[in-house]
Structures are given as C-alpha cells and as structure tokens.
C-alpha cells in the first residue's frame, strides 16, 4: 500500500481571468475599424495588423485561456470572434497578394450576415448571464454585423457610416467592459458597473 494513500492533492486555480484580454482586444480593433468606416483614414495595414493581432490573437488566447477556465462561453465567444478578425485580414490580404479574388459585395453580405446570426444566438445566451456590459457589446455587434450586410449587399455608402458609429459605440462598449473586469479585479470590489 502506498504511504499517500487516504490523503488528496488540492489544486488551486491562479490564472487570471481572460475576459478582459479578450475585450480589449475585440474593443481596440473595432474602434479602429470603425473609423475607417466613419471616413477618417482608408483601411491600410494598421487595420489588418490590428484585426490580426488584437482582433485575433487576442481574443483567441482569451478563448483557449477561457476554457482552461471551464468558461464555455467566453472559451467559444472569444475563440470565434477571434477567428473571425483573421478571417476579416484574410478577406483583405489574399486579394492584395493574388491569392484569392477579392469577395463580391454579396458574398460579403453573406458573411457578415452569418456573423450576424451567430452574434445573436450568443446575445440571447448573455440574457441568462446577465452582465449588462456583456449584453450591451452583443447587442451593438449584432447591429453592426446586420448593418455591415445590408451596406455590402446594396453599396449604401451613407448606411456605412452609421456601422461606423454603431461600431466605434461597441468597440468603446468593449473596451469599457475590459478596463471595468480589470478595475474592479484590482479593487476587490464593483468600483465600475458592469
């Protein structure tokens, strides 16, 4: 018989909470995005390296962080609009370096339409979380995926600047939930409302 047998190993959980990684980096990319949808600079490669490495790799290592965690919401939600922002620099890069054909307006509307769709099963999901600032980011993203279809499929260029505002509204939504978890983590106490 062994000498540890009767006696457990307990084993404490010290890593941090991802949310606010992955909120910051949903909130910075957007913001950015968004302003180039409001007409202040052309999408350039500041707008492709932010969606790859803020947009991307931030809210993916927020998504695998998240489900070391047992998050199975912040694990997928993260994991996919991660995948999403790369998928996003794809659609722009591949066609600059002749390795796919730029997307037709439809097709983009089908895109965003389906990220759309998505955007609303998880918003209907924070319902029963319950955090506001969490349903409010989902809600203004449903918008913007919805409205960013409509402009692709029928080249409303007035329409565009609205996704800019709603957009530039969610991503500073995302960024405010982010500093709050952080603020509040750092206090020990709701010092931010969230």
Do not use: C
């Not at 002749?98 to 509307?109: F, V």
Request: glycine share 12%; aromatic share 12%.
């Amino acid at each position: 018989m062994s000498e540890n047998a009767g006696t457990s190993t307990v084993i404490v959980d010290k890593t941090a909470n991802a949310a606010p990684l992955g909120f910051t980096g949903l909130g910075l990319a957007a913001v950015l995005l968004s302003l180039s949808y409001i007409g202040v600079y052309p999408v350039e490669s500041m707008i492709v390296s932010m969606a790859i490495f803020l947009g991307g790799f931030a809210q993916v290592f927020a998504g695998i962080m998240s489900w070391k965690k047992g998050d199975i919401f912040a694990g997928t939600a993260f994991s996919a609009f991660g995948l999403f922002w790369f998928s996003l620099a794809g659609l722009l890069v591949m066609p600059a370096m002749g390795w796919a054909s730029p997307s037709s307006g439809i097709a983009m509307a089908a895109y965003l339409f389906t990220w759309g769709v998505y955007t609303f099963v998880m918003l209907i999901i924070t319902m029963k979380i319950g955090v506001r600032a969490l349903q409010f980011v989902f809600v203004t993203l449903f918008i913007l995926f919805m409205l960013l279809a409509v402009v692709n499929a029928t080249g409303n260029a007035g329409l565009l600047v609205v996704a800019g505002y709603v957009g530039l509204i969610m991503g500073l939504g995302s960024m405010y939930t982010a500093l709050a978890m952080v603020m509040n983590e750092i206090h020990g106490k709701a010092v931010a409302p969230l």
